[in-house]
């Protein structure tokens, strides 16, 4: 019930492409859902979070869709530039808790 | 602002010694919580701190300790080394909870890299 479920495990895109990251969860007590982005040896960086009341969320070309019945939220990233290559990490957070529980994680490559 | 600093960055050990990392939040924040980041495993929780209390702890052994020191600076202490200890260690901030902040962020540091021999 702990687990954050998240595919795919690695994504090629082109330049422009939108490429499109899922997460599945089943903790119903999650009401936080954070997206980080990770390049080699750097620490996660927040991008986009969202709260279960909301369908969806954009920051930029950063597109976060939610489906609370289904229990899954995904990741939509708008004309990939090949900056956007490196890995990306979905989690969940009970209320007021420090603790995320992690997705196992999406390598992006976008191709110039 | 100052980022999240965690020293030192790169750390290598042999099995069965002791490690200490250090972690220095951004100023303001009260709230330190560990993760430990393998190829395995991904990204796990290890403990959370809020005014020197631990408020949250992972499905680490006791091996894994930590303390937070009352300017909100925070340490992990890894006891007995063992092989598979060997990870990138990261330290996240965020102001701290009160009622009604559920979406408080957190903040990651760039983590310490330890390779236990």
């Known amino acids: 019930q702990q687990q954050v479920k998240q595919s795919p495990q690695s994504l090629i895109v082109q330049k422009g492409g939108i490429p499109i990251i899922n997460c599945a969860y089943e903790n119903t007590a999650f009401d936080y859902f954070p997206w980080y982005q990770q390049f080699p040896g750097k620490g996660p960086a927040l991008l986009i979070a969202?709260?279960?009341?909301?369908s969806e969320k954009k920051e930029g070309r950063f597109t976060i869709s939610f489906n609370k019945s289904a229990k899954q939220f995904s990741l939509h990233i708008m004309d990939s530039q090949p900056g956007d290559s490196a890995t990306y990490f979905c989690?969940?957070?009970?209320?007021?808790?420090?603790?995320?529980?992690f997705g196992q994680g999406t390598t992006l490559q976008v191709k110039p | 602002k100052a980022g999240v600093t965690q020293t030192p960055r790169y750390l290598i050990k042999t099995r069965g010694q002791q490690v200490t990392l250090s972690c220095s939040p951004i100023s303001g924040h009260r709230s330190v919580s560990w993760y430990q980041q393998t190829p395995g495993q991904g990204l796990q929780f290890l403990f959370e701190y809020f005014s020197e209390t631990q408020r949250n702890k992972g499905n680490f052994p006791g091996r894994f300790s930590g303390r937070q020191f009352s300017n909100s600076r925070s340490e992990m202490n890894v006891s007995t080394l063992e092989l598979g200890d060997s990870a990138l260690y990261l330290c996240a901030s965020s102001l701290g909870f009160r009622a009604g902040r559920a979406t408080d962020t957190q903040y990651f540091g760039p983590g310490t890299r330890l390779t236990v021999l």
């Open positions: 989690a969940a957070r009970r209320s007021h808790t420090g603790k995320l529980i």
């Open positions: 969202i709260r279960p009341d909301v």
